[in-house]
């Protein structure tokens, strides 16, 4: 069965903390993706990826980096967490050039910053 | 640029009533569209796709044709059931290109005994 794992699926933080959400994915896939969602504002996309050390910005990647040293690891890094971070992250992956085929998801990391 | 236009919710409905979650989308080229479904604490997981024009998605009972005279992706299921409760996502991707879809807001549905 496909997988793509998140390691945490809550965290609490205090505000100025570096933050790592980290996603696996076991299915070869070459696209990886970090969404936050939040109520009203459906999925929005912070970076993504379509090869390992290659890494896009999204609509709102100020306040996070990532990382993807290996191709089925895309870690999100909050450098200086803060409360308007407080969110639920989600990773995704998909295969191919371009985009007509199924993005599959983990299951969320849902992140409290205080 | 590419978009995809939900209709709001929360759509609450008894079980067992007739549901439609309408969805229209603009895109460059041809799209393929896409519904995805995320159960209350899950990560979302597509519930069906259509790749070109007059296709008809289905699974679980739920259904969708691509319309691209009307360019729209309606979601449909004949008789809902309360395990269905959850956020409806509509999508689109292009081929060639750009690796990222695109994404509705997304509809809650709250289905009654």
């Known amino acids: 069965d496909v997988k793509v794992t998140q390691s945490s699926r809550y965290l609490v933080k205090r505000t100025g903390e570096k933050v790592f959400l980290e996603c696996v994915q076991d299915m070869d896939h070459e696209n990886m993706f970090w969404y936050r969602q939040d109520p009203g504002l459906g999925l929005r996309l912070i970076y993504f990826?379509?090869?390992?050390?290659?890494?896009e910005k999204g609509d709102i990647p100020e306040g996070y980096s990532v990382s993807r040293e290996k191709k089925e690891r895309f870690s999100l890094i909050l450098e200086s967490a803060s409360t308007n971070q407080t969110s639920m992250y989600l990773c995704a992956s998909s295969t191919g050039q371009g985009f007509t085929g199924e993005l599959f998801f983990g299951e969320g990391s849902r992140l409290t910053v205080l | 640029g590419d978009s995809v236009t939900q209709m709001e919710g929360p759509v609450t409905l008894s079980e067992e009533a007739f549901l439609t979650i309408n969805c229209t989308y603009t895109a460059t080229g041809y799209p393929s569209l896409f519904w995805y479904v995320q159960y209350p604490g899950e990560g979302l997981q597509l519930l069906l796709k259509?790749?070109?024009?007059?296709d008809k998605g289905s699974n679980k009972g739920f259904e969708a044709t691509y319309r691209k005279e009307t360019t729209s992706f309606h979601l449909e299921k004949g008789s809902v059931q309360v395990s269905d409760s959850a956020v409806y996502f509509c999508?689109?991707?292009?081929?060639?290109?750009?690796?990222?879809?695109?994404f509705g807001r997304g509809t809650s549905l709250i289905v009654h005994p």
């Open positions: 990826s379509y090869d390992v050390k290659m890494k």
């Open positions: 259509a790749t070109k024009a007059d």
């Open positions: 999508a689109l991707g292009t081929s060639g290109g750009s690796y990222i879809p695109t």
